[in-house]
C-alpha cells in the first residue's frame, strides 16, 4: 500500500467511526445530554402551540406525548425556515436530526432545531 493509500484509508476509517458514533436512537439520548450527537427514531406525535407565547412546534421521537422519550423542538420564530408545517411534514417520518441534546427542567432530552438542514426524513 502506498503513502496516498495508506492515508486515504486511515481518513475513512475516521470519518466511518465518527459518524457511527455521532449517531444514537431515541431511547438513548437522555445519556447525552450535552453532547452534539445525531438522533434518529419514528416521529410519533406531533404538537404545534399556535397559541403559545413562543408558539413552538415539538415532534415526539418513538413515544407520543405525555410519555415521549425525545423531542425535536422547534421555536415559532423558525418555523419560515421550514418548507411546510413541520408538524404536518416530518408526521409518522422515519428521521435524523443533528444537535446538542439538552434537556428542560429535567425533562426528556430534545433537540433544538433552527432550519430544516437539522432534519433528515429517511423514507418519503
Known sequence: MNYKQTITTILISAFAFTAEDKTINAAEAAKHVG????????????????????????????????????????????????????????????????????SYKGGPPQIIVETSSSIKILHK
Open 35 to 102: 453532547e452534539y450527537k445525531t438522533v434518529c427514531g419514528k416521529v410519533v406525535g406531533t404538537f404545534y402551540h399556535k397559541k403559545g407565547k413562543s408558539k413552538q412546534t415539538y415532534l415526539n421521537i418513538d413515544k407520543a406525548y405525555p410519555n415521549q422519550i425525545f423531542t425535536i423542538l422547534i421555536w415559532g420564530s423558525d418555523r419560515k425556515y421550514f418548507d411546510g408545517a413541520p408538524e404536518e411534514v416530518y408526521r409518522d417520518k422515519d428521521v435524523c436530526v443533528d444537535g446538542k441534546i439538552s
